[in-house]
């Protein structure tokens, strides 16, 4: 794959700067029907980018094709939504604010921002690239990608179906590369006008970096899942193994931490581990649920929180098992607050459970983390979790269910180091255009 120079770069922004110009001229019905042209292309395309999903980032056969099918959902409804959203201004009169006449009108309405820079991560290369470029190119944008370095092919071919669909030249384009190469230089590239990045920590470097210009950050989680004393078990247990296991552990909104009342944690734990025993391992080819995690170095990672919890006397409740990239699935029980997998994020299909003996303690352990993507809680008690959802530090909390950032209209933000901005079509929208006012006075 092309690595492309600084040069490169800058020819892609020329590009994309005059493109822009036109695009945001052109009407936006006429947008949305290239969004739908591209959504129903893209779904056409399903079989040869779930290929690719499987072979660059080992996603389940299954899983990859409903990346691509929820992709093409989510450039459709942002076409719709964005014709909506966009299709209306405002209209204010003076009078209202003390000491004006009603002699001034004012008119708003919704600006593109000019260049959106989007940088998805691995674990969806075509879904959260889409969830950024629709509300772009909806709101008038021009669009760069910078794929992540696996997943890039697939990110390919999923731009080549705009492309297909007759977005103009330089509406959207994509920089290959490596992160460490020309990432500074694309984030800090005066071209640049909003970021929508969603990935690890780097996240915290650029928002440090860029400029004087709108940030979408989503940037990790470590999303606690509270059981209560009542709490349909049979449920919780299915929502602990789907969330914190599905693509092994490699999404944001994974359940990354099981904090169970004493007085019920053991059948929990019993019943978490016949579904775990359930659970198929091997290649993405053959739809397995647990494949290998993306590369060694992220293997090696989760590898140093298992053995520092092991070494700290946490309990396995299986044994530990890697070969290569793979990873099997390992519930960890006991873990205490000094075990590193307490705290961070493993992104591998490994899961601790914290035993607590107060609703209290397990707010305050999840409150006590860096992050605040989301949380969940189980319980037959709707008040009692109004309450608790309230006081959890968490962007989302999702009751009697596992996290999760779908359905893909639905407001999705992270609080402390989660992330900046809220995403979720509608947001994605808004947070990609200014408002532009004119007012008119009257003698
Ligand atoms: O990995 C981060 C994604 O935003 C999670 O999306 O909840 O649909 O898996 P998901």
């Given at each position: 794959m092309q690595a492309c120079t600084q040069e490169e770069v800058n020819k892609v922004m020329e590009s994309a700067k005059s493109a822009q110009k036109l695009w945001a001229k052109t009407p936006l019905w006429k947008r949305a029907e290239l969004l739908h042209k591209a959504a129903a292309i893209l779904k056409d395309h399903k079989n040869p980018i779930a290929d690719c999903l499987v072979k660059e980032i080992a996603k389940a056969a299954k899983d990859a094709a409903t990346e691509v099918v929820r992709s093409g959902d989510l450039v459709s409804y942002c076409a719709e939504e964005g014709v909506r959203v966009l299709g209306e201004g405002k209209f204010l009169v003076s009078?209202?604010?003390?000491?004006?006449?009603?002699?001034k009108y004012c008119l708003t309405s919704k600006i593109p921002l000019g260049i959106v820079l989007a940088i998805p991560p691995f674990?969806?290369?075509?879904n959260l690239s889409v969830s950024k470029i629709a509300p772009a190119l909806i709101a008038g944008n021009s669009l760069v990608l910078k794929p992540p370095t696996q997943g890039a092919v697939s990110a390919l071919h999923m731009i080549h179906c705009f492309h297909l669909a007759g977005f103009?030249?330089?509406?959207i384009s994509c920089v290959t590369g490596k992160g460490s190469e020309i990432g500074d230089f694309l984030t800090m590239h005066?071209?640049?006008n909003c970021i929508s990045f969603t990935g690890g920590d780097t996240g915290i470097a650029i928002s440090k970096k860029a400029g004087m210009i709108p940030l979408q950050m989503e940037l990790g989680g470590k999303d606690a899942c509270i059981i209560l004393e009542d709490a349909d078990l049979d449920l919780a247990s299915s929502s602990i193994v789907k969330g914190g296991?599905?693509?092994?552990?490699?999404?944001?909104?994974?359940?990354?931490v099981v904090l169970v009342m004493n007085s019920i944690a053991d059948s929990l734990v019993k019943k978490i581990n016949e579904k775990l025993g359930k659970l198929t391992v091997g290649p993405p080819e053959n739809d397995c649920d647990i494949t290998p995690v993306v590369t060694e170095s992220s293997a090696n990672f989760i590898e140093g929180l298992v053995m520092d919890a092991k070494n700290k006397g946490a309990t396995f409740c299986q044994e530990y098992k890697r070969e290569d990239n793979l990873i099997w699935p390992l519930l960890i029980d006991n873990?205490?607050?000094?075990?590193r997998i307490a705290w961070e994020?493993?992104?591998?299909p490994v899961l601790p459970v914290i035993r607590i003996s107060s609703v209290e303690e397990g707010i305050h352990h999840c409150n006590a983390s860096n992050f605040g993507l989301q949380g969940c809680i189980f319980t037959k008690d709707i008040n009692k979790a109004i309450l608790i959802s309230d006081a959890m530090e968490t962007g989302t909390v999702q009751i009697n269910s596992a996290p999760a950032?779908?359905?893909?209209h639905f407001p999705f933000q992270g609080l402390k180091d989660s992330g900046i901005g809220s995403q979720g079509v509608t947001n994605s929208i808004n947070m990609m255009t200014k408002i532009k006012s004119t007012v008119i006075n009257l003698p």
């Open positions: 009078d209202s604010f003390p000491g004006n006449e009603r002699t674990n969806y290369p075509v103009p030249k330089g509406v005066p071209g640049v296991f599905s693509y092994s552990g490699q999404r944001c909104t994974a359940v990354k873990v205490k607050p000094d075990m994020e493993p992104f591998g950032r779908g359905p893909d």
